[in-house]
C-alpha cells in the first residue's frame, strides 16, 4: 500500500507547470525524523534541488492524507531490529559527539554512508577514488596479523568488543563461555579481543584464508573472519539471556542469513537423539549449564557440534598457522565401535565399558557431547582452547601439551568427567585392557608415566601389540 502511495505522489509531484506558484510541500524533515535514519534532516539540512513549482489540485491534500499515517510508523527493519547491534536500547553506540543525533543501533555506527560524517572524509580512505569495502569506519582486517598478540586495530570488530577503550558508549562486556553459560566469573576475560590474545584462540588469519576459499557464497577476501561464524546483522545478546537459545549469536557459515540454535530441531536435545547430558554448573551438583537451568537435557543449548563441524570434520584440511601443521581431522559422527575407522566416543561413536565415568554421566554409556563442554570459541588461557571449568569446577592450573614442549597436566581436564585413578582406571577395572605386567608397551623401558595425550584424543586408538586384532578407539 505504501508503495503505491509513493508512485502515486510521483506522478503527482511531476505533473507540475512553472507558470503556477503554489508548491506541494513534501515535508521530509518529518519523515526522517520519525524513521531516526538521516539525523542531518533533523537538524533541518534538507538536500536543494533546483525547486518545480505544481499545479494546484484538490488531488495534493489526498496524497498527504494517505501518506500521513505512515509517517508515524516505527521503523521496519527486519531482523536486524532484533540483533544486538540493532536493538534500540542495547545496541551499537559509538561514542563522539558527531555521532550524538544517531539513535542507538543505527547503521551509521559501523558504516558511515558516503565515506563522510558532516563533511569530513574519516579513515579509512581508499586514496584511489574507490569505496573502502563495507563503508566502515575503520579497515576490517589487518591481513598481516598472521598470529596474536592482536592489536586493536587489527580488526574492526575489536574497536567495540574490548574491556578497554571500547568506543561503545558506556562499554561492553564480553565474558567467555565458562562465565557467561558455565557461571566461573572469576579470571575471565572481560573482552573479546582480550578473549584472541589468550595462550590458544582461533587464529583470525586462518579463519579468514579458509573461509575465503570455502564460503565464497558470503565471504570475501576482505571480509571480517568474525563474519565467518557471526552474522553482524542477525547474531542476538546471548549473554543477557543465556537460558533462552532464540538469542544465540551465531549463524553456520554454510546457512549465514539464518541465525543457528533458535530452532528446537538445531538444539543439542534434539541433534543427539536425547542423548546429551549437561555438564554441572559451576559449583553445583544439582543444576545444569546453561546458566544453572534445571534441565539437563540440551535443550537450551544450541547444536554446536553441527555448527563446529561446518569447518571442523573429516574432509577439510584446516592449516594452523599457530601450530604450523595441519589441524586433526574431527570425526564426531561415526560409529563403529573399537575400529579403526570408527569415530570419536566422546562424539556418536558409543564408549565400550564403563569408562570410569563420574557424575552426572555416571555409568551409562552413549553420551555425545557438545564441543563446548570443552572447549572455548574465542580463545584460553589454556592449549586447544581448553576451557577454564569443565563440569562444574575450576581446572586449577593452565592445561598444557607436550605439544607445546612443556610437561603435559591435561589429565587436569580429564578428571573433570573421568576417574583420577589412573592406575585402577588402566590396570584394575573389571574392563581394563592393559596388562598391567607389560609396562614397556605403553610407558617404555622406564615404565614412567606417561601424558594422557599420548593415547587420548581426537581421532586416536590402540592397538595390542601381542594381538593386534584387539583394538580400542581411546577418546
Known amino acids: 500500500m505504501l508503495f503505491f502511495c509513493f508512485v502515486y505522489c510521483f506522478a503527482l509531484r511531476n505533473h507540475c507547470l512553472i507558470k503556477n506558484k503554489h508548491p506541494v510541500k513534501l515535508k521530509l524533515k518529518a519523515l526522517a525524523s520519525r524513521l531516526s535514519i538521516y ?28 501518506l500521513a499515517p505512515f509517517l508515524y510508523l516505527p521503523a521496519q527493519a527486519g531482523p536486524y531490529t532484533d540483533s544486538a547491534h540493532g536493538n534500540a536500547s542495547s545496541g551499537v553506540k559509538r561514542s563522539g559527539a558527531v555521532l550524538d543525533n544517531y539513535s542507538q543501533g543505527n547503521c551509521a555506527h559501523c558504516h558511515e554512508q558516503h565515506a563522510s560524517i558532516d563533511g569530513d572524509e574519516p579513515d579509512p580512505y581508499s586514496g584511489d577514488g ?15 596479523a598472521t598470529t596474536n598478540t592482536y592489536l586493536q586495530s587489527d580488526n574492526f570488530c575489536f ?38 590474545n589468550q595462550h590458544s584462540y582461533h587464529n583470525l588469519s586462518d579463519i579468514q584464508d579458509f ?24 547474531a542476538r545478546r546471548n ?6 537459545p532464540s538469542y544465540t549469536a551465531i549463524s553456520k557459515p554454510t546457512d549465514h542469513a539464518n541465525l543457528w540454535g533458535n530452532d528446537a530441531s538445531e538444539r543439542m536435545n ?8 549437561a555438564p554441572y554448573y559451576n559449583n553445583s551438583t544439582t543444576t545444569y549449564e546453561p546458566d544453572g537451568t534445571n534441565l539437563d537435557d540440551g535443550s537450551l543449548t544450541p547444536d554446536y557440534n553441527a555448527f563446529c563441524t561446518e569447518c571442523h570434520n573429516t574432509t577439510n584440511t584446516i592449516f594452523s598457522t599457530t601450530l604450523g601443521r595441519n589441524l586433526t581431522k ?37 553420551w555425545i557431547l557438545s564441543c563446548l563442554d570443552c572447549h572455548e570459541p574465542h580463545g584460553s588461557p589454556s592449549s586447544f582452547l581448553i576451557r577454564r571449568e569443565v563440569n562444574g569446577s575450576l581446572i586449577s592450573a593452565a592445561i598444557r601439551t607436550t605439544e607445546t614442549g612443556a610437561s603435559s597436566n591435561i589429565k587436569l ?34 615404565g614412567f608415566p606417561i601424558p594422557c595425550e599420548g593415547c587420548h584424543a581426537h581421532g586416536t586408538h590402540v592397538v595390542d601389540n601381542d594381538d593386534p586384532s584387539l583394538i580400542r578407539r581411546t577418546f
Request: net charge negative.
Open 211 to 234: 573461509s575465503t576459499t570455502n564460503f565464497s557464497s558470503f565471504f570475501t577476501s576482505t571480509s571480517n573472519p568474525c563474519s565467518a561464524c557471526h552474522n553482524p546483522h542477525t
Open 39 to 66: 539525523p542531518e534532516l533533523d537538524k533541518g539540512y534538507v538536500m536543494k534541488k533546483q525547486q518545480r513549482v505544481y499545479r494546484s489540485s484538490f488531488l495534493s491534500p489526498l496524497c498527504i492524507i494517505l
Open 413 to 446: 581436564m580429564c578428571a573433570k568427567c573421568h576417574n583420577n585413578d589412573w592406575q585402577w582406571v588402566h590396570h584394575e577395572a573389571d574392563d581394563a585392557i592393559f596388562d598391567p605386567f607389560k609396562c614397556s608397551t605403553c610407558h617404555g623401558g622406564g
Open 239 to 244: 549473554k543477557e539471556n543465556p537460558k533462552d
Open 270 to 277: 534434539a541433534a543427539s537423539s536425547n542423548n546429551y547430558m
Open 130 to 144: 574507490t569505496a573502502s569495502p563495507f563503508a566502515l569506519f575503520a579497515d576490517n582486517f589487518n591481513t598481516s
Open 330 to 366: 574431527i570425526s564426531w559422527y561415526t560409529e563403529g565401535g573399537d575400529t579403526i575407522a570408527a569415530g570419536d566416543k566422546h562424539g556418536k561413536n558409543s564408549a565400550t565399558g564403563s569408562s570410569e565415568r563420574i557424575n552426572p554421566y555416571g555409568a551409562a554409556n552413549g
Open 159 to 196: 574497536y567495540c568488543h574490548t574491556n578497554v577503550a571500547s568506543l561503545q558508549s558506556a562499554g561492553l562486556l564480553n565474558r567467555d563461555y565458562a562465565a557467561t553459560f558455565g557461571g566461573y566469573t572469576t579470571n575471565s576475560p572481560l573482552g573479546i579481543f582480550e578473549a584472541f
